[in-house]
């Protein structure tokens, strides 16, 4: 079989300005997420933003699991996008205090906090994918707020997955989940020059369950 080229998975970042943002700012009762948050060790940023997020993060998060191929040195395929510290692997943990940080933070091409640690990082990770690498977005492309930073940072082509245009985020998020179900990835379309936006597409229909 030839031999694939490696690809890493970009998420899009969850709200943290949100109701459920609020749940874990000031619980109401210490549930398990936020009691690790609450915690000196933190909780994984990923669980965080799937709390944060609902069906549309886990989506990502397991897709991205199921298909990243990281190239040669890097331990994690699968990166999040945050407001003022670039990429993160969703296996670090942040703390309340950190969440917080990050909650001061908007998510704005033209500030700095947020654009330079994305620029430093994602032209770290290009280096390391090298010439054949593949960067994934998911997420939304009919924002510029992520997407002209990613763009100009990696010299490769930035995809996104052609199907996401069109749906909303719950959509995506149950596409997503199918996709990892059937085992099937996929198809790719470059960022630059893609229709941003489009018809809603047929509701997906209902995912199988298993035993």
Do not use: W
């Not at 998510?107 to 390391?128: G, H, T, V």
Request: positive net charge.
């Amino acid at each position: 079989m030839p031999c694939l080229p490696p690809r890493i998975f970009l998420l899009s970042p969850a709200r943290l300005d949100g109701k459920r943002a609020q749940l874990l700012f000031h619980p109401v009762t210490m549930f398990p997420m936020a009691r690790a948050l609450h915690s000196d060790a933190g909780a994984p940023i990923g669980e965080i933003f799937s709390f944060l997020s609902g069906l549309y993060f886990r989506g990502k998060l397991a897709y991205a699991a199921a298909f990243a191929r990281p190239p040669q040195g890097l331990n994690s395929g699968v990166f999040v996008i945050t407001p003022n510290r670039g990429l993160l692997a969703p296996s670090v943990r942040v703390t309340l205090n950190d969440l917080t940080d990050l909650a001061r933070t908007d998510i704005d091409p033209n500030a700095d906090e947020f654009r330079k640690p994305l620029r430093q990082n994602s032209e770290a990770l290009a280096e390391a994918l090298g010439p054949q690498g593949e960067p994934v977005l998911l997420g939304s492309i009919a924002t510029t707020k992520y997407i002209e930073v990613l763009v100009s940072a990696f010299q490769q082509e930035l995809l996104f997955p052609a199907e996401f245009v069109g749906r909303g985020d719950m959509s995506r998020g149950g596409l997503l989940l199918r996709s990892v179900d059937e085992g099937l990835e996929l198809a790719y379309v470059p960022v630059r020059g893609a229709v941003l936006r489009g018809a809603r597409p047929p509701k997906l229909p209902p995912r199988s369950t298993r035993s």
